[in-house]
Structure formats: structure tokens, C-alpha cells
């Protein structure tokens, strides 16, 4: 395949938080495994994006900014290839893929969505919903404080007023899950996937993992969570992706995140030509469509 041009756009350093190096260096060696496969990759910016800098008609991108998906969904709109998806990382702010993971029967932790500006103490309290994670639900998390672990229903109540005046309005509250805790990558119909425990390999955004803690090596079926993400990537129109999930002691397994494209830090140089293989299928099954 000749004269395949690519627009890379690179994910801007707001939304790589602790991790703008790695974010970096697995979008770097994809763009390089494009061009071996006789691409050219033009590098840009999220800036360059909204700016309205890009041409090409096929656009390879880590976004999170707002406007950067709204251009990326406009491009497709328009007949333009985009990896991943403008829609698909829209699907990855919380609130959104709560409600697409549950409708579609994806395992997840127990939820309510919320305003943050009503009292919750009550439901909490009737669901016994005690020890729970609330998240912001409109968007994707920048800060350590945009994920929150609560121990009752009055610190659930404060956090929220927190949230509130911090502009957030709404919130997803998940209920805590008792269990191992397993980080994950993979690329959609695709060999590669990769699982590991990160508080064990010291792999940390904010320092939430170590919440759960060091893991019990509980027993659990693998075939079975690349099942679970196969068909969270699909629903969620996300093609290179990563998450998190609990492993019970019972050996169920339920997502708690999913991400559009992530830093693949512990297995970048395994993942890379996958994900350059996966982009080329599909720009091949553009091209012919």
C-alpha cells in the first residue's frame, strides 16, 4: 500500500497526568511502526487539531480535549478514518460508559449516577453502598481528586459538595469491590493483550491501587477477561484500549475503567506492532468500503 498519509495527533500533556513520557513513547514507536509498514506519519498536536492544521484523511490520535474530540467527530462525519474514534473516546468519560457497560451486560460495579449538588447519604445508606469510588462523570479524570475513595455515606456527601464546587455537576459512584485489582491492554481483534497487578509492579497514576493493595494471586479465567474487554471495546467503539478490573475472591471479574488508548508503559514494545497491524486493517477496510 503506497501513498498512505497519517495524521498522528498526540495527546496533550493536560490529560497524560504522571504519565506524558509514556504516553509519548507508545505513540512515537506506533508512528514508527506505520511508517516500516510504508506510511507517512505527520506528528501534530491537540492544538494543531482544533486549529484545523490537519489534512489527512486518515488520523491516528491519543485526544482528550474536548474540542479535539468534537473535531475528530466532525472529520468522521465527514468520511475520515480515525483511531480511535471521536465517539469512542466520548463513550470513555465515566458517566457515559457506565451506562453503555451495564445496558449492554458488561460486568461492572453496582452504580448510581448523581448530581452533584443532591444529597446521597440516604441511598447510600439504603443500599449499604459504605465504602464506594466517586468519579466525575462528564469527563475523563485530570487530577488526583477527580477519582475518590470514600469509607460512608458522610464523606460521600462532603466529596460531592467538593465536586460541586469545583464546577463538576455530575458523578458516577461505584460501589468498592473486595479483591485483587488488575490492570489490562489490548487492541480489538487482535492476539495482543497483556494483564498485570500494578500496586505489586509499583504501576500507579494517582495511588489509588493501593486501596486493594498487594494482590492474593486470586484464580481467575483469563480467557474470560479478554472476553469481557473484547466485548467492552466493541460497545464502547474503542479499538486500542486499556482498563482496570476486580478479580473477587470468587473469581468474578467486573471492569472498573476503560480507556481509549493508554500509555501501554509495561508492554509498549510488545504492543506497538499490534496496534500499527490493527490501524492498518482498518485502513485497508476503509479504503476498499
Known amino acids: 500500500m503506497a501513498d498512505i498519509n497519517i495524521a498522528g495527533i498526540m495527546r496533550a500533556g493536560a490529560f497524560s497526568p504522571n504519565h506524558i513520557g509514556n504516553d509519548a513513547a507508545i505513540f512515537n514507536l506506533v508512528a514508527d511502526q506505520l511508517r516500516k509498514r510504508g506510511c507517512a506519519v505527520t506528528t501534530l498536536s491537540e492544538e494543531q487539531l ?53 445496558g449492554c451486560g458488561v460486568p461492572y460495579p453496582e452504580s448510581i449516577i448523581v448530581n452533584t449538588d443532591e444529597g446521597v447519604r440516604d441511598q447510600l445508606t439504603r443500599l449499604k453502598m459504605n465504602q464506594c469510588w466517586i468519579k466525575r462523570g462528564d469527563f475523563h479524570a485530570m487530577h488526583k481528586e477527580d477519582v475518590s475513595y470514600v469509607r460512608h455515606p458522610e464523606e460521600a456527601q462532603e466529596v460531592l459538595q467538593e465536586y460541586f464546587l469545583r464546577g463538576i455537576k455530575r458523578a458516577v459512584i461505584n460501589r ?107 485502513i485497508k477496510k476503509h479504503t476498499v468500503g
Open 50 to 102: 482544533i486549529a484545523g492544521q490537519v489534512k489527512e484523511r486518515i488520523i491516528v490520535n491519543m485526544c482528550r480535549e474536548q474540542r479535539s474530540i468534537e473535531r475528530l467527530q466532525q472529520l468522521e462525519d465527514s468520511g475520515a478514518l480515525v483511531i480511535n474514534s471521536g465517539y469512542g473516546i466520548e463513550n470513555c468519560t465515566r458517566e457515559r460508559m457506565t451506562r453503555i457497560l451495564v
Open 176 to 282: 468498592h469491590l473486595e479483591g485483587d485489582l488488575i490492570k489490562f491492554y489490548g487492541v480489538q481483534d487482535s492476539p495482543f493483550f497483556y494483564w498485570f497487578y500494578p500496586f505489586d509492579l509499583g504501576h500507579s497514576k494517582y495511588g489509588h491501587e493501593a486501596i486493594n493493595g498487594r494482590s492474593q494471586g486470586l484464580h481467575f479465567d483469563v480467557e474470560m477477561l479478554k472476553k469481557i474487554c473484547q466485548k467492552a471495546s466493541e460497545v464502547l467503539d474503542v479499538k486500542i484500549y486499556g482498563g482496570d478490573c476486580i478479580v473477587s475472591p470468587q473469581g468474578d471479574i467486573r471492569i472498573i475503567d476503560f480507556n481509549d488508548w493508554p500509555s501501554f508503559a509495561p508492554c509498549r514494545n510488545e504492543a506497538a506492532p499490534h496496534i500499527a497491524k490493527a490501524i492498518m486493517n482498518e
